[in-house]
């Protein structure tokens, strides 16, 4: 009984993180709900066959590419070796760093009229401006291209771990009853890695859905626009409540699609031995397809627009160390700080409280928690507003009939507001972080504290977050990043005159101004190279140590030890 009461803290505050990550949905279907039914048959008749028509074309064009780029490179540095092999298995990851509306402005500048590569093509040719075509940029299929420049990495790295987990034994088999290399590709990698490389192009269409900076700019019209339109443009708030369950519904069903694949993979070992494919070494003109296929994807989203933001930058009129952007500086950074602390705080609450009181309610908050990172930020947004809008309402009307005052607006507005919604869009990112380093703390820790008399909380703080310090950190890390790179939430629900480096990008971006853009997109993406640092050092880490491990194995084996034994020495 003393052990329950004494994690009932640690329960109430998980209840209370996952209430909150529920908040914004349940505020938006009930805003919808009592949104007049002459709004939602203007929308049917207006944009709403518009914008799910554009959503859909641009979710397919990013889920085929992201599945095609991501698969292909997986599949090429881990089972070939061609010359740059390792180089590209980290570089790879390194578009990650990029805003999908950071890289839309670096390519704007690039290719639009005005841009580099149409002048040389003028001036070589000879051409006046209506004298060739030249594919738009600002378009459907330019925004599909922005997006998967920046989001294939979630299927590449998921693809790379499944096909490294694969065992010879399989790829074996196959070549026993007559198939080759492709035909044991086809047959038998994909398919093992296909519940991964399903939940990595479901993630990266659930970005896409969200995504509101590239669309924005490159004037498509999608539910994320709408949404913002109907808020400010139009001050509708039904119908942005309306469009914003429409979207909501769409990325609940990807969560949940997203969640079975994640639950069906599954890894069985081919018996007691595993054993790694040997790579096959790739020559001719096998060998420079794969350098280029590897290649094209690093040069295009990342060397290219980062030297293009460098260029620009340069020549622009903005300078970074001024007062104006140091303040721009400082409210990114305390934005993200304060954030990410409080993020990371309630992931900790609700992975421990998981930890110690395991069941269906445990389970269920956990679930809750998750939901927000498959939700758009606008959507959140406009879940948290409207009942806080309300809340400021009723209060000024209380304080006015029984004070003669006004309270004006208390929560609307203010930082707090903005900082929930960031803890309610990050929450999983940082929970999963936790999670995987709290699976490697053996149980038995848990009951040797308790038999010393540590507490719940005692165990957390003297036990759990010194042995999990990487975690924290990292997790800390990569919510403080996001943030700094979010867009559409910070954009609806900032103060007056709370300007970050993505507001300012965004906003001389929209009076393109794209010059002046480059110099807050920059640090953007340098703040966004940490995390990916991080997973570059994964990647070159594991794979170091899967080689090492072969080698243990082999030595072993050679020793006479039994499989059993050389996996517990390696």
């Known amino acids: 009984m003393r052990a329950v009461m004494a994690s009932r803290p ?9 209430g909150l990550c529920l908040l914004p949905m349940v505020a938006v279907a009930i805003a919808a709900a009592l949104g007049s039914l002459e709004t939602l048959r203007h929308l049917a008749d207006t944009v709403l066959l518009r914008y799910t028509m554009t959503t859909l074309v641009l979710m397919v064009l990013v889920a085929v590419c992201t599945a095609i780029i991501g698969t292909g490179a997986a599949w090429l540095v881990t089972m070939t070796r061609f010359p740059g092999v390792r180089v590209f298995e980290v570089a790879l990851a390194l578009p990650f760093a990029f805003p999908a509306y950071v ?14 590569v149409q002048t040389a093509l003028r001036a070589v040719t000879g051409w006046g401006p209506r004298d060739y075509w030249f594919p738009e940029i600002r378009s459907v ?34 070549r026993a009853l007559g198939r ?15 519940p991964a490389i399903a939940g990595g192009v ?5 970005e896409t859905i969200a995504d509101f900076g590239t669309v924005s700019y490159f004037g498509i019209q999608t539910f994320a626009t709408g949404i913002y339109t109907s808020w400010f443009s ?29 639950g069906a993979a599954r890894n069985y070992a081919a018996g007691k031995r595993f054993e790694r494919f040997p790579p096959v070494a790739l020559t001719g003109w096998g060998r420079i397809g794969a350098i280029a296929f590897c290649a094209a994807p690093v040069l295009f989203g990342f060397v290219l627009p980062l030297v293009l933001l460098v260029e620009m930058g340069i020549g622009s009129e903005q300078d970074l160390f001024s007062d104006r952007y140091l303040h721009f500086i400082r409210n990114s950074v305390t934005l993200a700080g304060v954030a990410s602390v409080l993020t990371v705080a309630a992931a900790v609450l609700v992975a421990f409280n998981q930890r110690l009181n395991p069941g269906r309610r ?14 758009p930020g606008g959507v959140i947004a406009v879940g948290l507003l409207v009942p806080f809008a309300f809340l400021d309402n009723w209060i000024d009307a209380r304080a006015e009939s029984w004070f003669g005052i ?20 990050f929450v999983a990112a940082a929970l999963n972080t936790f999670e995987g380093g709290l699976t490697t703390v053996h149980p038995t820790m848990d009951a040797v504290a308790r038999t010393l008399g540590q507490t719940p909380l005692g165990m957390l703080r003297r036990v759990h977050v010194p042995l999990l310090r990487p975690s924290v950190l990292t997790a800390l890390l990569i919510v403080f990043v996001d943030v700094m790179k979010e867009l559409p939430a910070t954009l609806i629900m900032r103060p007056f005159n709370f300007d970050t480096l993505a507001v300012q990008a965004h906003r001389l971006a929209a009076d393109e101004r794209l010059a002046g853009a480059a110099v807050p997109s920059l640090v953007i993406v340098a703040v966004g190279l940490l995390p990916v640092i991080l997973v570059c050092r994964t990647l070159a880490h594991g794979t170091f140590k899967g080689a090492r491990a072969r080698r243990g194995t082999k030595a072993v084996a050679a020793a006479g030890a039994a499989p059993e034994t050389a996996t517990a020495k390696v």
């Open 141 to 174: 299929g330019g925004a599909a291209i922005m997006l998967t420049l920046v989001l294939y990495p979630y299927v590449y790295l998921l693809a790379r771990a499944a096909f490294m987990q694969e065992s010879a034994t399989a790829n074996y088999a196959a």
């Open 103 to 116: 890289m839309g402005y670096a390519y704007t500048d690039f290719l639009d009229h005005p841009g580099a």
């Open 406 to 425: 006004s309270t004006g607006l208390i929560f609307t507005g203010t930082i707090t507001v903005l900082v929930m919604a960031y803890m309610v869009r």
């Open 202 to 206: 479901l993630l990266a269409v659930m």
């Open 362 to 375: 445990s389970a269920t908050a956990g679930h809750i928690a998750r939901i927000g990172y498959s939700v």
């Open 234 to 262: 139009l001050a509708d708030r039904g119908g942005a409540a309306q469009l914003a369950l429409c979207l909501l519904s769409f990325a609940l069903f990807l969560a949940v699609l997203e969640r079975m694949q994640r």
């Open 180 to 194: 080759g290399p492709w035909g044991a590709f086809w047959r038998v990698s994909l398919p093992m890695a296909r």
């Open 10 to 18: 640690l329960t109430v505050g998980a209840y209370v993180v996952a």
